[in-house]
C-alpha cells in the first residue's frame, strides 16, 4: 500500500522540497478530515486520494495539481467548508477542489440528469483552470481501476458513464495513456468475458510475433543509421478495447487485425520527421492513399504525426507514425504535457508546440460554454457535447486560405456557424470550391467554402436535420426557442387582449398590482411569462382574462361592465411563424371560415369551421377562438386536390402544366387507378386563397382529360 512517505520520494524526481512539503500538508489535511472514512474495498478512504494524486505525478503535475488531488473528495465527503480550505490552501487550490468536487446531494429527476448537471459544473470549472479536468480523470482512473469491490450492475452503469464521458475527454485533449486504459477497464468491467478471451489471444499470438516484430525494427534501425537520422523505433500494441472496437464495427476476425504491424519512430526535429519518411518510403512500398500529414495539419485535440502504410516483407502490412519528442510527448499525454515539459521560470510562449496545444484546450472548453449558454437544460447540453467529443476530421478552407479542422459529415452551415454564430444565422447560400451548393451538401477535405449572407435572414429548423456540430445545433435551436417565446408572447398578448375585450378592456388597462396578484397566485414570474404560456396553448385566455376581471373588481369593489359583449374575431396575419398551424385535416386557407383550437404547448391550431375533428369542443368558448383573415395575404397555404382523369397517355405532365400556368406550385403529386379508364391524381398544391384555388381548378378543367375535380378534406376518421 502507497504511503506519504514512499510519495514524497518519488516527487524528488522533479519538484523542490519546498513544494513536496505542501503537498505533504495537503495529505495530512485530506488525512485528518477523512478520519473514520473507509472504502468500499474496506482500506482507510485517505489512500483514495494519495493514489490519485500519485496517478498525476506520473505525468508530472504541479504541485497544486497534487495538492487538489489530496483534498479532492474534502469538501463533499466531510464536514470540512470551501472556506476553511481557502483559509489553509489558496485561492488557485480551493478552486481546483470545488471544480472537481461533485454536486451535493440534490434530488434529480434521473442519473442521467444528474450526470448531466455534474459535468455541466465540471465544464464551468474547466473554464477557470483546466486542471480540474486533469484531476477529474485521475480520480476517475482509480475508481474504475478499484471498480472490483462494487456489484456487477454498479460497476457496469459506472464503467458506461466513463465511456460516455471521460474517456472521450480524455482523447477530445489528447491524454491518449489516459483513454486507453480508462477504455480497457471499462471493457474488462462491462464485459469480462469478451475482454478475457482477447487478453487470452493477444498472449498467445504474441510469441509467435516477437520475430517479425524484431526483425522489421532492426531494418528500420539499420536503414536509418546508414542515413545518418536519429530515430527512436517502437513497436506498437493494440490495446483490448481498440481490438474488439474494430472486430465489433468492421465485422473482422480477431486475425484479420492482429496481422498488421505498427511501429512508431520518433526523432529530433520536424525536418528529420519528412527525411525519415522518405527512407522509410524507400525501404518498404507505401500503400497508395494511405498517408497522412497530421504535422502540416493537426487534428482538433494538438496531435501531430506523420502517418503511412506500408507493405513489408511476405506483403505483411506495416502501420508506421513518425513525430519528433515534443509531438510524442502531446499525443501520449496532450493537455498533461503542458505541465509535463513546462520550465516554471520560463512563460508559456517559449515552448511553442505545448503553449499551442494549450490554447487549442481552453478553446475547446471555450466552445462547451457556448453550447452550455444556448442549451435548454443539462440534458440537452451533454447530447450536443457527446455529438462533439472527438469524432473524425475533414480539413476545409476559408476563402482566405485560413484552414478550419470539423467534424465528417459538416455542412456548411455547421461550417459558418465555427466561423461565428451570426454568420450562422444569417446564412442563405454556399459556395464550395466557388460553385454554389446545397447547404446540406457534407463537405470533404481540401475544399475551399464560402458563406453568403443576408441581413434579414434567419436559421431554418429544417437545418437541425443535418447539422453535425454541437455548435451549430445548440445555436440553431437557441434561436428557435427565443423566436418562439417572442411569437407565443405576441400571440398571447393578442388572445389575453381579444378575451379582455369581452370586459370593454385591454391589457395596458388592468393594474400592474392586480396583474403581480395573479402572478404570484399562478406561480409565475413575469407578464412575459404568462404570455408565453397563453400563445403556447398551455393557459386558456378565457380564464385568465375572467380571474384577472374577478382581481380587478375586489381591488376597485365594484363589477365591470359589457361582460355580454361579443368579442371581435381574431385576425390571422399569415406572419405568426411557429405558434401558429394550419390543420392537416382540413387544410384551411384565405377565404375559407375558420375557427382555432388551442393545443397545449403547440400553440394555436387553425381548422376550417367546418372541420369534423373540431366537433368534441364545440361551444367551448374555453378551447375555440373565433379567427378571421387578413385581406391581401401574400403568404402561401397547403391545398388538396383529387382530380379523376382519364387514363390516356401524358396526362400527369398536362396536370402539372396546367398548374403551373395558374400560377401556382406543386407540392407533391401522386397517382392511383380507380378503374380501368379512370385514374385519380392527389395533387397538394400550393395557393394564395380561395379564388386562387379557382383559377386553378378552372385551368385544370379546360385539359380534355380531367373529368372530375374535387377539394379534398381528410375523413378524421
Not at 446531494?105 to 474547466?126: D, G, P, R, T, W
Not at 391581401?632 to 379523376?644: A, D, M, P, R, T
Amino acid at each position: 500500500m502507497l504511503t506519504i512517505d514512499d510519495f514524497a520520494t518519488q516527487l524528488t524526481s522533479y519538484l523542490p522540497p519546498d513544494k513536496i512539503n505542501l503537498v505533504r500538508r495537503a495529505y495530512y489535511y485530506a488525512e485528518q478530515a477523512h478520519e473514520g472514512q473507509k472504502r468500499r474495498s474496506g482500506e482507510p478512504y485517505v489512500i483514495h486520494p494519495l493514489e490519485v494524486a500519485q496517478i498525476l505525478s506520473e505525468i508530472r503535475m504541479d504541485h497544486q495539481s497534487l495538492m487538489a488531488a489530496m483534498l479532492h473528495d474534502v469538501i463533499e465527503d466531510t464536514e470540512v467548508p470551501k472556506a476553511a480550505l481557502l483559509e489553509q490552501f489558496g485561492e488557485e487550490v480551493t478552486e481546483i477542489v470545488d471544480g472537481v468536487s461533485k454536486l451535493t446531494q440534490i434530488h434529480f429527476e434521473s442519473k442521467e440528469q444528474a450526470q448531466a448537471e455534474n459535468f455541466q459544473k465540471m465544464a464551468l470549472a474547466m473554464s477557470r483552470d483546466i486542471r480540474v479536468i486533469l484531476v477529474k480523470l485521475a480520480d476517475r482512473m482509480h475508481n474504475m481501476r478499484t471498480l472490483g469491490a462494487l456489484r456487477p450492475d454498479k460497476r457496469r452503469r459506472i464503467a458506461r458513464e466513463t465511456l460516455d464521458i471521460y474517456s472521450p475527454i480524455a482523447h477530445r485533449l489528447g491524454i491518449n495513456d489516459f483513454r486507453v486504459e480508462l477504455e480497457d477497464l471499462c471493457f474488462q468491467a462491462m464485459y469480462p468475458m469478451r475482454a478475457r478471451m482477447i487478453q487470452k489471444a493477444v498472449n498467445k499470438i504474441s510469441g509467435h510475433r516477437k520475430e517479425i516484430v524484431a526483425d522489421i525494427k532492426h531494418d528500420i534501425e539499420h536503414r536509418l543509421e546508414s542515413e545518418g537520422l536519429i530515430g527512436r523505433v517502437e513497436g506498437r500494441q493494440k490495446h483490448l478495447y481498440s481490438i474488439y472496437q474494430k472486430m465489433d464495427r468492421h465485422e473482422k476476425s480477431f486475425h484479420e487485425i492482429m496481422d498488421v504491424f505498427a511501429f512508431r519512430i520518433v526523432t529530433d526535429t520536424v525536418d528529420s520527421c519528412y527525411r525519415v519518411l522518405g527512407v522509410i518510403h524507400n525501404l518498404f512500398k507505401p500503400v497508395p492513399d494511405r498517408f497522412k500529414d497530421y504535422i502540416a495539419i493537426p487534428k482538433a485535440n494538438g496531435y501531430q504525426s506523420l502517418h503511412t502504410t506500408l507493405f513489408g516483407v511476405y506483403r505483411i502490412p506495416i502501420e508506421v507514425q513518425v513525430r519528433t519528442e515534443e509531438m510524442d510527448a502531446v499525443a501520449n499525454m496532450g493537455i498533461a504535457s503542458h505541465w509535463l515539459y513546462k520550465n516554471e521560470d520560463e512563460p508559456d510562449e517559449t515552448n511553442g508546440l505545448l503553449h499551442n496545444h494549450h490554447a487549442r484546450a481552453r478553446q475547446w472548453v471555450k466552445g462547451l460554454l457556448e453550447i452550455q449558454k444556448n442549451a435548454g437544460n443539462p440534458l440537452e447540453f451533454i447530447e450536443n457535447v457527446k455529438l462533439d467529443l472527438f469524432p473524425d476530421e475533414v480539413y476545409v478552407f476559408t476563402p482566405k486560405g485560413d484552414i478550419l479542422e470539423m467534424p465528417t459529415g459538416v455542412t456548411a452551415v455547421d461550417f459558418a456557424y465555427n466561423v461565428h454564430t451570426d454568420i450562422g444565422n444569417s446564412c442563405v447560400a454556399c459556395r464550395i470550391d466557388r460553385h454554389l451548393a446545397p447547404l446540406s451538401q457534407p463537405l470533404q477535405s481540401g475544399q475551399t467554402v464560402e458563406i453568403i449572407t443576408s441581413p434579414g435572414a434567419q436559421p431554418n429548423p429544417a437545418w437541425l436535420d443535418f447539422v453535425v456540430t454541437a455548435k451549430a445545433r445548440s445555436a440553431i435551436r437557441h434561436f428557435l426557442k427565443n423566436q418562439k417565446r417572442s411569437e407565443s408572447m405576441e400571440l398571447g398578448r393578442r388572445l389575453l387582449n381579444k378575451s379582455l375585450n369581452h370586459f370593454e378592456l385591454n391589457l395596458d388597462d388592468i393594474s400592474s398590482k392586480v396583474t403581480d396578484s395573479w402572478l404570484e397566485q399562478a406561480g409565475l414570474k413575469t407578464l412575459e411569462d404568462l404570455l408565453e404560456e397563453i400563445g403556447l396553448g398551455n393557459r386558456m385566455a378565457y380564464l385568465v382574462a375572467r380571474q384577472l376581471m374577478e382581481l380587478a373588481e375586489t381591488e376597485l369593489n365594484q363589477p365591470q361592465e359589457g361582460a355580454e359583449n361579443t368579442p371581435a374575431p381574431l385576425m390571422i396575419t399569415g406572419t405568426e411563424g411557429m405558434v401558429i398551424k394550419y390543420a392537416k385535416c382540413c387544410r384551411p386557407i384565405p377565404g375559407d371560415p375558420i375557427v382555432g383550437h388551442m393545443s397545449s404547448g403547440r400553440g394555436l391550431v387553425i381548422h376550417n369551421e367546418a372541420c369534423k375533428n373540431l366537433n368534441e369542443f364545440r361551444g367551448n368558448n374555453e378551447k375555440l377562438v373565433s379567427l378571421t383573415w387578413e385581406k391581401n395575404l401574400e403568404q402561401e397555404f397547403s391545398v388538396e386536390l383529387k382530380v379523376g382523369v382519364e387514363n390516356v397517355r401524358g396526362v400527369v405532365a398536362g396536370i402539372a402544366t396546367s398548374v403551373t400556368e395558374a400560377d401556382a406550385n406543386i407540392e407533391s403529386i401522386t397517382l392511383e387507378d380507380h378503374d380501368a379508364r379512370i385514374r385519380v391524381v392527389d395533387l397538394v398544391i400550393n395557393v394564395q386563397g380561395r379564388e386562387h384555388l379557382a383559377r386553378v381548378m378552372k385551368r385544370l378543367k379546360v385539359n380534355k382529360a380531367v373529368v372530375s375535380i374535387s377539394r379534398e378534406r381528410t375523413d378524421p376518421r
